[in-house]
């Protein structure tokens, strides 16, 4: 996977729109409408919630780089137990990438203050089977997403 550099204003421009955001992160596109391998940086805030999910084709596969920051990436069973934690980091020495096989629940809390990830995936975007959502997690902005987010955040860290 390719890297991407961002300028310092780029970055502090996403955080304030991830700040500024419900969901408290925001994405930056950068391939075309149709293509078939998608790219994309994602900033993120340490409270955003992403509900656990897996892309349902076997080159769905999810390559996740942090440009900064750090974040724990989840893996879950069908019953919604975590099975692996992986920590990955903008630091000298540390592993800031991780790929994610297509059919493997998952989901990634922020560690740190704020982060920002360069996101790359196979297959012409369809919101319509691009994931399937995990029904044994909590959707997103509700009131259980920021209890379950903090239970995340606790066994992710041990």
């Not at 991407?4 to 409408?33: D, N, T």
């Not at 993120?44 to 656990?52: A, G, V």
């Not at 000298?92 to 990830?117: M, Q």
Request: proline share 5%; no cysteine; hydrophobic share 35%.
């Amino acid at each position: 996977m390719e890297s991407v550099l961002l300028s310092e204003a780029e970055i502090k421009e996403g955080l304030l729109g991830a700040k500024q955001a419900e969901r408290r992160r925001y994405p930056k596109v950068l391939h075309q409408p149709g293509a078939d391998f998608n790219r994309m940086i994602n900033f993120l805030m340490s409270d955003t919630y992403m509900q656990p999910h897996f892309h349902p084709h076997q080159e769905k596969i999810e390559g996740i780089e942090v440009i900064q920051g750090k974040l724990a990436v989840l893996f879950f069973n069908d019953e919604g137990e975590i099975t692996k934690s992986v920590i990955i980091e903008n630091k000298e020495g540390e592993e800031n990438r991780i790929d994610v096989p297509g059919f493997a629940w998952h989901t990634y809390i922020v560690l740190s203050e704020t982060a920002v990830t360069y996101e790359t995936m196979k297959g012409v975007y369809d919101p319509k089977t691009w994931k399937e959502l995990a029904s044994w997690a909590p959707l997103e902005n509700t009131p259980e997403a920021k209890e379950y987010l903090s239970l995340l955040k606790k066994r992710a860290t041990g």
